[in-house]
């Protein structure tokens, strides 16, 4: 049992490139998350999932899109690189639709745009 | 969203017990309060969570008063390895199924 994976756990991007930064549990939980840790910064909500094809909008969604289509995946794209982008990326599930019981966190992937 | 407010930063010696009030005064009827537990370079990892009066686990223990509109983890007897961040999150289908992390409250315990 994996848990949450991410992946890549570290990428330099330049303003203006697009990547995908993914995600992936193998828990079966149906609530899955992304957030953005900036420095000496507590986690804020970027898009969130209650399910295979469900996906809203959290606090910070500007710039970024997702997609599921899977119970399993939950990747992040960011179209178009912007230096203000660049910050720790926390992929989370949770079994709870609402989200509100435990969240497992994935290990991060650590951006940073040029 | 429902926000939260706690202390920025505290210190404490090994071996004491730790108390992190969390004030969360606009939370909602169905809002559940839930701690987290982050370490340098990991993500956030599940300390404990409650509605209402008090809760313990094998790590810690919540109190939560009638009005809901505060909270405060309890950690006994603290070790050096309890040196991390904490956040408090309220949160639930009333507000959207999102959540709050805030800025946390950076606990260093001193030997």
């Known amino acids: 049992n994996a848990g949450v994976t991410q992946t890549p756990k570290f990428q330099v991007l330049k303003t203006g490139q697009s990547m995908t930064l993914q995600c992936a549990q193998d828990?079966?939980?149906?609530?899955m998350s992304w957030y953005r840790q900036d420095p000496g910064m507590g986690l804020r909500l970027i898009h969130y999932?209650?399910?295979?094809?469900?996906?809203d909008q959290g606090e910070v969604p500007n710039g970024y899109n997702v997609s599921r289509s899977t119970t399993e995946d939950f990747p992040l794209r960011l179209l178009s690189a912007a230096p203000s982008q660049t910050s720790v990326y926390f992929c989370?599930?949770?079994?709870?639709?609402?989200?509100?019981?435990?969240?497992?966190f994935g290990p991060g992937t650590r951006l940073t745009v040029l | 969203l429902a926000k939260t407010t706690q202390p920025i930063s505290m210190d404490s010696y090994e071996g004491q017990e730790v108390n992190i009030t969390c004030s969360h005064n606009?939370?909602?009827?169905?809002?559940?309060i839930t701690w987290y537990q982050q370490f340098p370079s990991q993500g956030p990892r599940f300390i404990i969570q409650?509605?209402?009066t008090k809760v313990t686990n094998e790590v810690a223990s919540l109190f939560i008063p009638a009005d809901r509109k505060s909270s405060t983890l309890s950690l006994p007897r603290v070790s050096l390895s309890d040196t991390a961040v904490y956040y408090c999150?309220?949160?639930?289908?009333?507000?959207?199924?999102?959540?709050?992390f805030g800025t946390g409250t950076s606990l260093t315990v001193i030997p």
């Open positions: 989370a599930s949770s079994s709870d639709i609402t989200g509100v019981d435990e969240q497992f």
């Open positions: 828990m079966n939980h149906e609530y």
């Open positions: 999932s209650v399910g295979a094809g469900i996906t």
């Open positions: 606009n939370i909602a009827t169905n809002d559940y």
């Open positions: 409650g509605y209402k």
């Open positions: 999150l309220v949160g639930g289908p009333n507000t959207g199924n999102q959540f709050y």
